[in-house]
């Protein structure tokens, strides 16, 4: 008979690694939640939780096209209300977004070949696109745009944002709003309109839900490569199909982290995928101190292991004071436990 | 005593199952908030299977009747309160080990009825023995005497835990519980009803199962699978040698007493007393299987 | 009746119909359904009938929609108004 039941220590079961890897997917790593499909007591399927996106679907094909992804996605919703959480996101491959979209999914972007972002829910894609145009109303021409975690806002940041505001008449700055980095987005996104407040030509903006950090991307694709490209064609479609038309941005910068392969191929599919669209891309070097490239990441290692002076040369005077105020302490505390 | 030569299991919490139910020929359909929901779910399954109740209330020919949860769970009077006013034909109820478990659902349901005005003791109650002491408790439970015991049902998925045994095909584990249910069952003039074949895809099982089912004196089964339906319902009915040796067992015995013999016989044996109520239950089952004609 | 909290009854499989319930100030109702086009206004006075019935008058009521009868969709709803009163 088939039901649903939560898979408990899904790193330790076999069955549930080969149903991934069938579908091409790795375990999805700190998740919240999970349902798996039974059929007595085979696991034909699974979903996970994590936040509010439903990640790692995969439906052994034997039992496909009964309904199941119906009681599968079911299971899930009730999950994830039962977290309080009424909206969803899934994002798949390309293959399986119709069977979402009969489902009542709708269709926020779509980054094939490497996966389709979808919603469903209360709030929509519209909604937001709405509330972003409500900010640009009036702003000058062209503009431009940054989408940053900024986690916490650096030199290079601030870099970054001074070229784009020399160059453009208006600019936009997006903090990606999921909280999965190690500083809190609150905290974030303030250390960010400390950082440019004196720009009178930056607007700070929340990414709100479609603007996804690599960090909620991941686990989808097992070669590591194509993960990056994935995530950079994620972010074109999003930001070509919903950010840029909201907020009329022709422009979107980026920078580069020469020793990041990573990096390279993300910003490489940006700059296939938004020129196409209508939005030029600049890539824009990184600065450097010392001959050492100016990157939150750099930041948060010399943290942890407590290099206070390096740390002073990579981030503003803003930054700095929150990095030593009690309000920053216990982040940094976890941040050295957590290795 | 109604005959229910098939009882289907259907999901509680499925409303395109419950909404097939009425074409799939079953004698009885067992909307299930058991088993066949998760804990999570049996307060919104609850709600449906009510609903249910309400919108085919005298539209269905057969047997509507509702697996409760048992009475050691927090479930069950939930199940009661909310569906009985909804007037099933009868409810299940599982895990049956004690004559005091069916006389706790039957007090309630006495209550409900009365909070409603609905007509006293006409949902009736079915009980099913899945446990070894409800296996030996068989005797007392179908004696109990609430008015509602409409039959003793076998469950033999559950029976084979609490027995220590292992579950096979031929199910010999589960021999001495079958046929001491259909002995308490005959003794206490109850009609049988055998558990479930678990094989959904084996047909040619459990068909002999079956076979084997009505030859220790089940009158009917439990199916879990639509497609078990007519196979089961063709081997609990009567066949027509079957119903032909019944009208003639009637009709001799009603010359006899027209003419006053004491003893009658038929192609040379003698008619007993059980076989007259035996042979009225086979043309019961044909008048119905025939929608009347016979 | 007030909603304490989100809640969720039914499913998205055929014949069923999936209702999501939220706190609101006011009474706000969307309707998603296969068959949208023919059935959605009755799908919706439905709902308000069975929502006046249960005596709730401000929610965020999501409604999707695989083809169920009317007394599913009173039910389901029924359920997710009932869990939404429930604590924890």
């Given amino acids: 008979m088939i039901h649903t039941e939560k898979i408990f220590r899904p790193d330790r079961n076999p069955r549930l690694q080969e149903l991934l890897t069938r579908f091409d997917l790795t375990l999805p790593e700190n998740t919240d939640d999970n349902v798996g499909l039974y059929d007595g007591d085979q696991l034909v399927g699974c979903g996970f939780l994590k936040g509010n996106m439903f990640q790692g679907i995969a439906i052994d094909p034997a039992y496909q096209g009964e309904g199941l992804s119906a009681t599968l996605i079911s299971a ?120 440019v407040r004196d720009l009178p030509n930056v607007q700070v903006l929340s990414g709100g839900d479609y603007v996804i950090s690599s960090r909620t991307f991941p686990a989808y694709f097992t070669r590591q490569e194509s993960l990056s490209a994935a995530q950079g064609a994620m972010d074109a479609a999003v930001f070509a199909a919903v950010v840029a038309p909201a907020l009329g941005v022709a422009r979107r910068y980026v920078g580069t982290e020469p020793f990041s392969a990573s990096t390279a191929l993300y910003n490489e599919a940006l700059t296939e995928r938004l020129p196409p669209r209508g939005i030029e891309v600049v890539v824009v070097e990184r600065t450097s101190a010392n001959g050492e490239i100016i990157s939150a990441s750099k930041v948060r290692q010399c943290l942890r292991e407590g290099d206070w002076d390096q740390v002073k040369k990579l981030v503003p005077e803003s930054t700095w004071a929150y990095l030593r105020s009690g309000a920053a302490e216990h982040v940094i505390e976890n941040m050295k436990h957590k290795e | 005593m109604r005959i229910r030569r098939t009882l289907l299991w259907i999901p509680g919490n499925n409303p395109a199952m419950m909404a097939n139910a009425p ?164 003794a206490c003039n ?48 009567p066949s027509e040698k079957d119903i032909l040796y019944a009208q003639e067992v009637l009709e001799a015995y009603e010359e006899g007493r027209r003419l006053g013999k004491g003893a009658v016989s038929l192609h040379g044996k003698m008619i007993d007393a059980p076989m007259i109520p035996r042979a009225q239950q086979v043309l019961e089952i044909a008048k119905m299987i025939r929608g009347g004609k016979l | ?78 359920a997710a108004v009932l869990r939404a009163q429930k604590e924890g």
Avoid at chain 1, 80 to 108: D, E, H, W
Avoid at chain 1, 128 to 139: P, R
Avoid at chain 1, 152 to 157: A, K, M, Q, S
Avoid at chain 2, 120 to 149: D, M, V
Wanted: hydrophobic share 40%.
């Fill in chain 1, 76 to 195: 899930l919703i009730q999950l994830a209300v039962q977290r309080g959480m009424t909206y969803y996101q899934i994002i798949t491959k390309p293959s399986m977004a119709t069977m979402f979209m009969n489902l009542g999914f709708r269709r926020v972007a779509d980054a094939s070949p490497y996966a389709v972002f979808l919603e469903n829910g209360a709030g929509s894609v519209a909604a937001y696109a709405k509330s972003l145009q409500e900010f640009a109303q009036g702003a000058p021409e062209p503009r431009a745009c940054l989408v940053m975690n900024c986690n916490p806002f650096t030199l290079g940041h601030r870099y970054l944002v001074e070229k784009a505001a020399a160059e453009n008449p208006w600019v936009f700055l997006l903090v990606v709003e999921e909280d999965r980095s190690e500083f809190p987005f609150a905290d974030r996104i303030r250390l960010v309109r400390e950082g």
């Fill in chain 2, 23 to 186: 074409i799939l020929r079953a004698d009885t359909i067992g909307l299930d908030n058991e088993d066949a929901v998760q804990p999570g779910d049996k307060d919104a399954a609850r709600i449906l299977i009510r609903n249910y109740l309400e919108s085919v209330r005298g539209k269905h020919p057969l047997e509507l009747a509702v697996r409760i949860n048992d009475v050691t769970t927090p479930y069950w009077k939930d199940d009661i309160t909310c569906i009985a006013p909804a007037q099933p034909d009868a409810f299940i109820v599982p895990k049956v080990e004690r004559p005091e478990d069916l006389y706790l659902v039957h007090e309630l349901l006495t209550q409900v009825e009365k909070e409603h005005g609905l007509p006293e003791n006409e949902i009736k109650l079915l009980p099913i023995l899945e446990t070894a002491l409800g296996i030996e408790n068989a005797f007392l439970i179908a004696s109990t005497t609430t008015g509602r015991l409409d039959g003793i049902m076998m469950g033999g998925e559950d029976l084979v835990t609490s027995l220590g045994a292992l579950r096979t095909r031929e199910g010999r584990e589960i021999d001495y519980a079958r046929c001491r249910i259909v002995s308490a069952a005959r």
């Fill in chain 2, 190 to 237: 109850l009609n049988p009803i055998d558990t479930v074949f678990p094989d959904v895809e084996d047909i040619e099982g459990m068909i002999a199962d079956t076979k084997y089912s009505r030859q220790i004196g089940y009158s009917g089964r439990a199916v879990i699978s639509p497609r078990h339906v007519t196979y089961a319902n063709e081997v609990y009915s």
């Fill in chain 3, 1 to 78: 009746m007030t909603i304490k909290h989100a809640a969720v009854a039914g499913t998205l499989e055929s014949c069923d119909v999936m209702i999501t319930v939220e706190p609101s100030d006011t009474l706000e109702i969307t309707v998603d359904s296969t068959v949208k086009d023919l059935f959605g206004k009755k799908i919706l006075a439905c709902v308000e009938e069975n929502l006046k019935k249960q005596g709730v008058t401000a929610a965020k009521v999501q409604v999707q929609d695989k083809g169920a009868f009317d007394c599913t969709i009173a039910a389901r709803l029924e």
